[in-house]
């Protein structure tokens, strides 16, 4: 229900967030949010897209799991603009957060975003008032999960004392 509400009859910005119609031509890229609009009210109702398997066929991932589902004959709508940092689950999302905790003590910097690769984040951040950032990677080689607050506190410290 909320997809249908949220559809815009009309666009008024392109960077404005919101539901569009998938069409036989649409692009779509790993990650973006879909919606079925037949019968949305099941775990994948609403969900990661993966890859398309036909016209009206996806692959997508149940939000919040690693569930895949085979997604057929459907119509399907997809979130534009909708930013990465609020798609974030899991491991991903509580890095995140232990990464604007270890800014509350830095105060002439602001979180921008985190970029996960192997065995290391892309953290960007960006000095207060103004439009100056910066990114620095955060090298780490324990599982994600054990990344501590600590550590990163720590490396972004010692990054921002040099800006």
């Not at 990465?84 to 509350?104: F, T, V």
């Amino acid at each position: 229900m909320t997809a249908y509400s949220t559809t815009e009859h009309r666009v008024f910005d392109e960077n404005t967030i919101r539901w569009e119609h998938i069409h036989e031509d649409t692009e779509l890229k790993k990650g973006d949010i879909v919606c079925g609009m037949t019968n949305p009210n099941h775990e994948f109702g609403v969900s990661f897209f993966i890859e398309r398997t036909g016209y009206s066929d996806f692959l997508v991932q149940e939000i919040g799991s690693n569930k895949t589902c085979n997604y057929t004959n459907e119509m399907f709508l997809v979130l534009r603009n909708f930013p990465d940092m609020y798609k974030l689950c899991g491991n991903e999302h509580k890095i995140m957060l232990k990464i604007r905790k270890a800014l509350y003590d830095i105060y002439m910097w602001k979180f921008v975003k985190v970029d996960f690769e192997p065995k290391k984040l892309k953290i960007t951040l960006r000095e207060k008032w103004t439009n100056n950032m910066f990114s620095f990677d955060f090298d780490y080689d324990c599982p994600l999960s054990r990344v501590t607050l600590k550590s990163l506190k720590i490396a972004i410290e010692n990054e921002t004392k040099s800006k």
